[in-house]
C-alpha cells in the first residue's frame, strides 16, 4: 500500500447548519474530484477509521469536556435547546445557529483516523497518509474553537509520544490560520518540533502565532512561528521553507512529519487574505515530501480547511500531488487577480524571516 487516504461517509455529518461556515459540502464534492482526477495507475488505497473512544479523547481532552461536548450536540442534533454551559465549553465559532449534523460523532471518526494512521506507519504499512477531514488544530484540551472540537494534530503527537515513544516529532501548520489549539499542547514539549506558517494574527483570527512566541521552558525555540503579511503568495511560501523549515527540520531529525492545513491560504478564499495559488499548494506537498526524506518518507497529512468550495478541491488535489508525487493536471479555478500575479509581500516576508531567525538564533546552529 503506497497511499493511504483515509475517508468515510460518515464525516459529512461534520455540519455545523445553515448559516455556518463549516459545512458538509467540502465532503460532497472532494472524493468524487479525488477520484475522477487521481492518475489511473495511481497506488493508493481508501481506508476507514474507528471512532475514538472516550479513553481515546482523554489523551487530549478534559472529561468533563468530553461529556458535554458529547451531550450537547447530539441534543442539538435532533432539535433540542441548548444551555448556558455551552459558552463555558465552547467559543461562538462552534455554535450551530441552526440543526446541524451530527457534528461529534465525525469528530470522533477524525480521531479514530489519526489514531490509525499513526499505527499503519509505526507499524511499517506505509508510509504517506492523508486524513480528509483533519487538521482541527484549534481545539484545546477543555474549549472547543474554531470549527474545532477535538483536535486530531495534537492526538497524533501526543500518541505517537506515549504508544511509540517516539522523541522527535515535527508538526508543520500551513492552514491560513495559527494552530493555537497545537501550539499549546506542546508548548512546553521537548520532543515536539511545531512549525506554524499562517496569516498575521493581527489581521486573523485567533489572534496568536506571533513570532517572539517561540515555546517555554524545555521547550524552549521548539515553536517556530512565521505570520505572515496579507497577500503573501508562492514566493514567500517558498522562501520560508528554504530559510526556516528545510534547515531547522534537518537539525532537528524528526522521525516523523505531521502536516495540517488545506485551501484557506488560497487568493480567493472567503475568510482569509493570504496569496497561494494552486501551483502553490502542490509545491507546499513537494516540498513536505522532500523534508521527509529524512523520516524516510514517514507523513500524515492533515487535510480539511477551506472556505470557497470552488478552489478547495483543486488545491487540497495538489496537496496530495506533492505530497505523493502524483503526476495531475490542476488547473487554476479562478483567475489570477492582477495585483496577486507577483508576489508583492516577499520583502516584507523577508523582514519576518529576519526577525524568527533572531529570536530563534540561540537554539538552532543553522538559524545562527
Known amino acids: 500500500m503506497e497511499i493511504a487516504i483515509l475517508y468515510q461517509d460518515e464525516l459529512k455529518e461534520y455540519d455545523f447548519g445553515p448559516g455556518h461556515p463549516f459545512r458538509s459540502d467540502r465532503y460532497e464534492i472532494f472524493p468524487d474530484f479525488l477520484e475522477k482526477n487521481l492518475p489511473k495507475k495511481a497506488n493508493y488505497q481508501i481506508l476507514t477509521a474507528k471512532p475514538a473512544t ?10 468533563d469536556y468530553i461529556d458535554f461536548t458529547k451531550k450537547y450536540f447530539k441534543a442539538r442534533n435532533v432539535g433540542q435547546e441548548t444551555n448556558g454551559l455551552f459558552w463555558k465549553y465552547h467559543s461562538s465559532d462552534n455554535f450551530p445557529p441552526i ?33 480528509l477531514g483533519g487538521g482541527m488544530h484549534h481545539a484545546k484540551e477543555n474549549h472547543g474553537e474554531g470549527f474545532c472540537l477535538y483536535n486530531d494534530v495534537a492526538f497524533a503527537g501526543k500518541y505517537l509520544l506515549k504508544k511509540y515513544r517516539l522523541k522527535r516529532i515535527l508538526i508543520l501548520d500551513t492552514d491560513a490560520h495559527g494552530g493555537n489549539g497545537t501550539m499549546e499542547y ?31 521552558d524545555k521547550g524552549r525555540g521548539l515553536t517556530i512561528n512565521v505570520p505572515l503579511p496579507i497577500f503573501a503568495g508562492n514566493d514567500s511560501y517558498q522562501l520560508v521553507f528554504k530559510e526556516i523549515i528545510e534547515p531547522v527540520a534537518r537539525e532537528f531529525n524528526p522521525q516523523i512529519i505531521i502536516r495540517n492545513g488545506g485551501s484557506d491560504p488560497h487568493f480567493g478564499d472567503e475568510l482569509t487574505q493570504l496569496g497561494l495559488t494552486t501551483e502553490g499548494f502542490r509545491m507546499i506537498g513537494e516540498k513536505v515530501r522532500k523534508v521527509a526524506e529524512i523520516c524516510e518518507g514517514r507523513v500524515i497529512d492533515m487535510i480539511g480547511s477551506g472556505y470557497n468550495k470552488k478552489v478547495l478541491p483543486f488545491s487540497w488535489l495538489a496537496l496530495i500531488s506533492g505530497l505523493t508525487g ?19 509581500s516577499l520583502k516584507e516576508t523577508e523582514k519576518i524571516i529576519a526577525e524568527a531567525k533572531d529570536d530563534l538564533k540561540n537554539y538552532w546552529k543553522c538559524l545562527a
Do not use: M, W
Open 54 to 63: 472516550d479513553n481515546d479523547l482523554a489523551l487530549i481532552c478534559q472529561k
Open 99 to 131: 440543526k446541524p449534523g451530527k457534528i461529534e460523532a465525525a469528530a470522533r471518526i477524525i480521531i479514530g483516523q489519526a489514531k490509525l494512521a499513526c499505527d499503519l506507519i509505526q507499524g511499517g504499512k506505509t508510509r504517506k497518509i492523508i486524513s
Open 186 to 216: 506542546f508548548y512546553s514539549e521537548p520532543k515536539v518540533l511545531f512549525i506554524d506558517i499562517h496569516q498575521n494574527p493581527a489581521t486573523l483570527y485567533p489572534g496568536t502565532g506571533f513570532v517572539n512566541q517561540i515555546g517555554e
Open 326 to 344: 502524483l503526476k495531475t493536471k490542476i488547473k487554476e479555478p479562478i483567475p489570477v487577480p492582477q495585483q496577486l500575479q507577483k508576489d508583492s
